[in-house]
């Protein structure tokens, strides 16, 4: 059985930063990629980042030049390094990874998510 489990989330001033880690566990026999969407209140689940394990990163427009994803020298973390935060990047922060595990194809599993409130 496969877990996501993410940690860092927290109040914060706005131009404050945050990091945001997650760790895969289980029987994983392959990752894809690993990332972060986002879900505010009233509003969809949004793509923040996202990391293939050949290297290719994708940003939300919303967050480029602010935020950095990494993968740990474990690949089966990944980190969010969120900085210049804003009230508008309060939501709950959920890690996704796409992986593919003991008897099961690549699909796609979430942590239970983190909450990050950017307020004064």
Do not use: H
Request: one cysteine or more; charged letters at 15%.
């Amino acid at each position: 059985q496969v877990q996501l489990v993410e940690s860092g989330g927290g109040l914060v001033q706005p131009g404050g930063s945050l990091r945001l880690s997650c760790a895969a566990s289980g029987s994983i026999l392959s990752i894809n990629v690993m990332g972060w969407y986002r879900q505010a209140p009233g509003k969809q689940r949004e793509l923040v980042a996202t990391i293939r394990t050949g290297g290719t990163i994708t940003y939300a427009d919303s967050v480029k030049g602010r935020f950095t994803i990494s993968r740990g020298n474990a690949e089966n973390t990944v980190f969010l390094q969120m900085n210049s935060l804003k009230p508008e990047d309060t939501a709950v922060y959920y890690c996704l990874g796409n992986l593919r595990s003991t008897g099961r194809a690549y699909m796609n599993y979430w942590g239970q998510g983190t909450q990050v409130t950017g307020s004064s």
